[in-house]
């Protein structure tokens, strides 16, 4: 059964995702909680995607907590831009702990959303702290290519950085599937594009960046990453598309 993800609820609109549920600090009464929970099982639908009952709690808290996300760090290398538009950034990322899940479904669809509810939970109190930790913008999914340079492999890693004030001393996850990994900096030409995140939008992504750039070996084409920023309620969110520089 596939879950939904930070990317896969473009059609809930973002009042309703604003509104007192969101801002409101005390628990939802049994009428919002529901509400809330069928705002996601409705566009989760659309996408043959379930919400289970238990994400309930999950979701509440992330849809109060919406409005305090960290977002990572980064050195402008470089940048492309014209006619007053950035086409693509260089940058370097710093090295830190992230907390990382693989899922291996059916569509890249699904093994991000399987990904992403796993690190809900983690989040949101099922963790060595028992606390909410706060959540960092972007979640990133690494993917790999098949043979054929076009087509995903199916195993998705979706990774987040853990916030600023946890990297000291990071909380372990109660969930065996997910590793808390301290990696070093990662060098990557960074592209925007706005929507959904599906493989044929990414793949779309990826070949349009090759086709504007004059790329040598320095960067890998058997994998990438995406970033994922922006509140699922935003129809057009802010997305990018990350080629990896094989050496800082």
């Known amino acids: 059964m596939a879950l939904i993800s930070l990317e ?3 059609a809930l609109d973002e009042e309703e995702l604003n509104d007192d549920i969101t801002n409101h600090p005390e628990p939802m009464d049994e009428e919002d909680s ?3 929970l069928a705002q996601w099982r409705a566009v989760a639908s659309t996408h043959h995607v379930a919400v ?3 994400m309930s709690g999950p979701i509440q808290e992330m849809t109060r907590n919406n409005q305090q996300r960290e977002e990572l760090s980064y050195d ?3 940048r492309r831009e014209k006619m007053g538009e950035v086409q693509f950034e260089e940058r370097v990322y ?3 702990f992230w907390a990382c899940v693989t899922r291996k479904e059916d569509l890249y669809e699904q093994s991000i959303s399987m990904g992403f509810m796993k690190l809900m939970r983690f989040i949101c109190k099922e963790n060595s702290a028992g606390q909410y930790l706060g959540m ?3 979640v990133v999914n690494a993917i790999r290519m098949l ?3 076009s087509s995903f492999h199916k195993e998705v890693e979706t990774a987040m950085f853990l916030p600023s004030s946890l990297q000291s001393s990071p909380p372990q996850a109660s969930d065996p599937d997910i590793a808390i990994v301290h990696r070093g900096h990662i060098r990557v030409i960074a592209r925007q594009f706005l929507g959904t995140t599906t493989e044929v939008t990414v793949g779309r992504q990826i070949r349009l960046l090759w086709e504007n750039l004059s790329l040598d ?3 890998h084409r058997d994998h990438y990453m995406v970033a994922v920023y922006e509140n699922p309620g935003v129809p057009r969110r802010r997305n990018e598309i990350w080629f990896i520089r094989r050496h800082l």
């Open 76 to 78: 402008v290398i470089s």
């Open 8 to 10: 896969d609820l473009e």
């Open 147 to 149: 043979e054929d340079g």
């Open 34 to 36: 529901e509400r809330l």
């Open 136 to 138: 960092t913008v972007p």
């Open 52 to 54: 289970p009952p238990e």
């Open 94 to 96: 710093p090295a830190g």
């Open 217 to 219: 070996d320095q960067f």
